[in-house]
């Protein structure tokens, strides 16, 4: 198939990439690289041995993305782009709703004009809310995120719902991520966040190459086994394949509409995290505990039976991985992509 990756320069995107055209997909991209480095290209061209076009613009200008199906073949979209940081989201609700749900309305209406129906979706469990009991699964409502990007998830998990419902001639996957971490294993691409990360990985990451002094782990009291909040690190790898399972899945299917966790089933302390990283990377992370960060829940992690089961998709990487691959990516691009 053709398939267009919008946000394909980005950390899940790129990554995706590379396995969609292992898989025998012709890929090309669309980003309007406002958090991703065009350096990313060529480095996927060399991983992928083929050359990737891409389109450099932002997908809520409606005319441009009319422009690019009328001119390309597209047979399906998986639809990475958009903001992602939570904190940003609670400075700056409008550029994430308006950004979100204006890129996903243009594409929606460009795919339908041009006879295009099968889209991959990257949503987030964070659409599960702070009630939903452990393991979350597909099936739990009323979803509901705490802040403004989870709410844009939210948003158009329910839009797509919508227009599923109508016109069942589409083939729609909801993809609900855990905690993405890792990186390729060549270490060619990874995760290349701007300025100061908001995650605990790339966090790690940096105080192990040395770009930051001290982890600040946000808290140590949470009723969890050690204390420290625990969650579902999926590594990018597995994420990446899980987009090409699903798209086998629903290009054979007659369901307009499905939703699937790509998680392990399985929580990871901070601590537990921060000591895996020290063995992988051999480097000391040193780390002060300070008070809980707002937002954060104790525990979160998937039922991820339904995309095993459905999409013969299982989390095969271990945290050890996570690290090594991440640990790889950071110390060969200790300044991510700026190194090129
Ligand atoms: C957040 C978002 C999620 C998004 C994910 C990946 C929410 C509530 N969370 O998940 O939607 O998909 O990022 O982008 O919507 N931690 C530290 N020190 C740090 C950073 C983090 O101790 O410097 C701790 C946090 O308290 C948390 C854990 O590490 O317990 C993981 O944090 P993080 O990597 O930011 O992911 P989430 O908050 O789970």
Redesign the pocket.
């Known amino acids: 198939m053709r398939v267009l990756v919008s946000g394909g320069a980005g950390y899940i995107g790129s990554h995706t990439v590379v396995h969609l055209t292992a898989a025998g997909h012709d890929v090309l991209v669309v980003d309007n690289f406002g958090n991703a480095k065009p350096a990313v290209m060529a480095r996927l061209d060399a991983l992928t041995n083929t050359h990737i076009p891409v389109h450099a613009f932002d997908l809520t200008d409606r005319d441009k993305t009319e422009r690019l199906f009328a001119t390309e073949q597209v047979d399906a979209v998986v639809h990475f782009a958009g903001l992602?940081?939570?904190g940003d989201s609670v400075q700056r609700p409008l550029d994430y709703y308006e950004n979100n749900l204006q890129s996903t309305f243009s594409l929606l209406r460009a795919m339908r004009r041009h006879g295009c129906s099968t889209l991959v979706f990257s949503s987030?469990?964070?659409v599960y809310g702070d009630q939903a009991p452990l393991p979350y699964r597909e099936d739990y409502e009323p979803l509901q995120?705490?802040?403004p990007?989870?709410r844009t998830?939210v948003m158009i998990e329910t839009v797509l719902r919508d227009v599923a419902h109508i016109d069942p001639s589409w083939r729609i996957a909801v993809l609900r991520?855990?905690?993405?971490?890792g990186a390729h294993p060549s270490g060619a691409i990874g995760e290349d966040p701007q300025g100061i990360?908001?995650?605990?990985?790339?966090?790690?990451a940096q105080v192990a190459v040395g770009r930051r002094d001290r982890?600040?782990?946000?808290?140590d009291d949470?009723p969890t086994t050690d204390g420290?909040?625990?969650?579902d690190y999926i590594h990018v790898e597995d994420l990446a394949y899980g987009h090409v399972a699903a798209l086998n899945r629903i290009a054979s299917t007659d369901e307009p509409i499905r939703t699937w966790n790509l998680g392990t089933g399985r929580g990871t302390?901070?601590l537990e995290?921060v000591k895996a990283f020290e063995r992988a990377s051999g480097m000391p992370i040193p780390?002060d505990i300070?008070g809980?960060?707002t937002?954060?829940?104790?525990a979160?992690w998937a039922d991820p039976t339904r995309a095993n089961e459905e999409l013969g998709w299982v989390a095969t990487r271990t945290v050890d991985d996570m690290c090594a691959d991440t640990w790889r990516w950071q110390s060969q691009n200790p300044n991510g992509y700026e190194d090129v």
């Open positions: 992602k940081a939570v987030s469990a964070t995120a705490n802040s990007y989870g998830k991520y855990f905690n993405p971490v990360p908001n995650n605990l990985m790339p966090f790690i982890l600040r782990i946000f808290g949470y420290t909040c625990e969650r302390s901070v995290l780390y300070v809980r960060r937002g954060d829940l104790p979160s």
